[in-house]
């Protein structure tokens, strides 16, 4: 007999639908291929889904689901999600879906660098092809108190810290995002500290939910989520989770990050999920489901504690939580 223990990130059933018209999407999409996007009728879709026509890995999608990784709560319509982001390269608000378009992702490269044994910059599109690229369903808790659930496709970062080959000074990774005030409006505030840039130990780049991110909802990055590379780090406030990353250090000494260097006291380098510590200017008791707009109890580490409190001995300073 099969006894099934539920994980920690799991939630109750009654939570749980959208599901199987996510799958029959997804069926449509694969039997579409990749030209047969171009046969369904140009007004029904999204600016940001016609931009993915032309990307060269498509093929690549839906990769296979990792059933270790499967949230028992709604996905966030497609929609929802992809309409209402933060990506401060292209304005402080969250409409900037359309202004997100005027980004290139090809060429694209990636440049990894520091304390490692195998330096190198590496084209986005051989990076993906080398990797062993899998969707998994990860919940997404930004600092505001929204929340989200998503499909991501992409590769465990421990293998991309196995590619680089890590060497003993290395204690942290500094990831940063590309820097061009052309088309990334927001770049020309001067008073933010660009580019955006975040950081993580070794141990926990290497723990197995953290994840290079190279689509959604079974297709290629489109570009408001942070195509064609970012991170996501579930356990973690989703400012952490940088978006079209450029850059991957490995640093012997903690990395200033974006939002730390504008707020120390209220963004700090740990940022893990905790609903009992406050943000300074808001509770983080409860978030709110993008999509539905229900209001759901916050999780400590989002819901992730069987994964990743074992990184964190102290578990009672507050200093990680903000
Ligand atoms: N990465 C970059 N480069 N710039 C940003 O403004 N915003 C962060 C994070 N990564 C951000 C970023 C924040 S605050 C959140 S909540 C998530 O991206 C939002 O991801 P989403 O738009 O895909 O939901």
Known sequence: MNIIHPKSWHIPEREVTPEAIFMNRRALVKSMGFLGLGAVAAGALPRSVLAQEA???????PAQRDDRFTVSRALTPEKDASTYNNFYEF????????????LK?????????????????IE????????????????????????MTVPWTGFALSDLVKMAGPKAGA??????TFEDPDVASGQRQFWYPWPYT?????DEATNELAFMVTGIYGKPLPKQFG????LAVPWKYGFKSIKSIVKISFVSEQP???????????????ANVNPNVPHPRWSQETEQLLGTNERVPTRLFNGYEEQVAGLYPDLKEKSLYL
């Open 105 to 121: 992702i090809r060429p694209w490269s990636i440049t990894i660098d520091g304390e490692v044994d195998n330096p190198q910059v």
């Open 198 to 202: 975040e950081g993580l130990t070794i």
């Open 171 to 176: 204690k942290f990774i500094r990831f940063e």
């Open 55 to 61: 990307d060269p890995t498509a093929n690549l999608y």
């Open 256 to 270: 200033k990050t974006f939002w730390q260097t504008i707020a120390p006291s209220e963004y700090g380098f740990w």
């Open 91 to 102: 304005g402080s608000h969250k409409r900037i879906s359309d202004a997100a378009q005027a």
């Open 227 to 230: 195509a064609p590379l970012r």
């Open 124 to 147: 986005f599109d051989d990076l993906v092809r080398k990797m062993q690229l899998e969707e998994r369903v990860y919940r997404h808790r930004c600092v505001e108190a929204w929340a």
